[in-house]
């Protein structure tokens, strides 16, 4: 049985390489969302986000679930439910990403929640 001290170098280098491998992830990650981010057909890129919306770090999360929230407001890719994605946007807002905190506070009013500012942000493609 290792004592304490070989325990906590073997827990130092394990840290270590999943801190490595977690950066890896993380890197991964981000580069899928640009390049969906750029995705001219909605219908995949909001599968993709849906399939990804509890990966990573909260500050990916945030980024994620405020791109379905504008999706859903704006029925591009999916069909739209002002109701689900205001939830999205104020969860986003939630873990902090300020874009969704501007969004909440500019169309929390509306009737439609920004849905046709939403619209404007992502025209639909041909």
């Known amino acids: ?6 325990a906590y170098r073997e827990y130092l280098n394990t840290r270590k390489l999943f801190k490595a491998e977690e950066a890896k992830y993380l890197l991964v990650l981000n580069e899928l ?9 909605y219908k995949n890129a909001f599968v993709t986000y849906d399939k990804i919306k509890d990966e990573g770090n909260d500050n990916f999360k945030r980024q ?18 002002i109701a689900k994605g205001v939830s999205f946007i104020i969860e986003a ?15 929390e009013k509306k009737n439609d929640y920004g849905a046709s500012e939403a619209k404007k942000l992502l025209p639909v493609r041909i």
């Not at 049985?1 to 070989?6: I, L, T, V």
């Not at 969302?33 to 057909?41: A, H, P």
């Not at 994620?64 to 859903?72: A, E, N, S």
């Open 64 to 81: 994620v679930k405020f791109k379905i929230g504008l999706h859903l407001l704006a029925g591009t890719g999916c069909e739209e439910n």
């Open 93 to 107: 807002k939630r873990l902090g990403f300020y874009p969704a905190k501007k969004w909440n506070q500019d169309h």
């Open 33 to 41: 969302l640009r390049s969906v981010s750029e995705e001219s057909d």
């Open 1 to 6: 049985m290792p004592n304490s001290a070989q």
